[in-house]
């Protein structure tokens, strides 16, 4: 059953909105080797599964946050959910890119947004770093990984994502 909550019928506190209202954010993860080509950076890389590749970001975040925030005063930012995570088919010469969206709770977009703009390859990163790398003749310092943020959108069908 879904909550109208602007229904006048409904009493909900400003903060009970907050939490049920969703933002969409949109984002990109860029990965790019300061000592290698990209192109003999995908030759060697370990190719995830989709799976993996979630788990990872998820994972990545979700330290990003604890990190950030602590254990105790990060716990209820957790509550996003990882909409969509997919390798980017457009691959550059200079990096590669994973989009991904959250569903997060309004109340939570300034404290998601602050740990995503800490995301690096030593600080969350180093989840997608390892999969990616680990039992191969790459090095992790060799790479450089940040989050850009696209957008914060209202709904989901104002997301610009192109299928």
Known sequence: MEVNISDPIISLSRRQKQIIRRRFVHAHIQLSSTKH?????????????????????????????????????GAPIRCYDLLLCRQDQVVSRESLTWTFVLSIPDSYVPQILTALSFVSSTLGGAELLHLLVESTSL?????????????????????????
Do not use: H
């Open 37 to 73: 080509a990209m192109d003999t950076v995908i030759s060697r890389m370990n190719v995830p599964t989709t799976v993996q590749l979630c788990f990872a970001i998820r994972q990545g975040i979700d330290n990003t946050i604890m990190e950030s925030f602590g254990d105790l005063s």
């Open 139 to 163: 090095n992790r310092d060799d790479f450089s990984l940040f989050v850009d943020v696209l957008g914060v959108y209202p709904t989901m069908f104002d997301l610009p994502l192109d299928m």
